[in-house]
């Protein structure tokens, strides 16, 4: 799944979990969950996520929704191999962005 926000400083929990098509209520409690994910929060209380929040939000859902990894695995997982599955997964999200492009190219003709 790629994640497709406007870029911006900050984002709503609503911005994020529309973004993801998941529940606000999933967010918090990955937020909660995961260390990597600490939004700022206003005086109200709300959720402001930072685009370093989204790409470790990206990686959990990643981890969890697409490949299937329970909370225990994924977080085991951010620990022990965090900078090679970001690595990777940035590289994917990348390749996958540029099929998207190419298939649009080739449509056009």
């Known amino acids: 799944m790629h994640i497709d926000l406007p870029e911006k400083r900050y984002y709503s929990i609503g911005e994020v979990a529309e973004a993801f098509k998941v529940n606000t209520s999933?967010?918090?409690?990955?937020?909660?969950?995961?260390?990597?994910?600490?939004?700022?929060?206003?005086?109200?209380?709300?959720?402001?996520?930072?685009?370093?929040?989204?790409?470790?939000?990206?990686?959990i859902y990643h981890l969890v929704k697409e490949r299937g990894f329970t909370l225990e695995g994924a977080k085991t997982h951010l620990k022990e191999e965090k900078h090679k599955t970001l690595s990777n997964f940035e590289i994917i999200r990348k390749l996958e962005g540029i099929k998207s492009e190419l298939i649009n190219l080739k449509n056009q003709l």
């Not at 005086?43 to 370093?52: V, Y």
């Open 26 to 59: 999933l967010i918090r409690f990955w937020e909660k969950e995961f260390d990597a994910i600490k939004p700022k929060k206003n005086a109200k209380g709300n959720r402001k996520f930072t685009p370093e929040d989204i790409k470790n939000l990206e990686l």
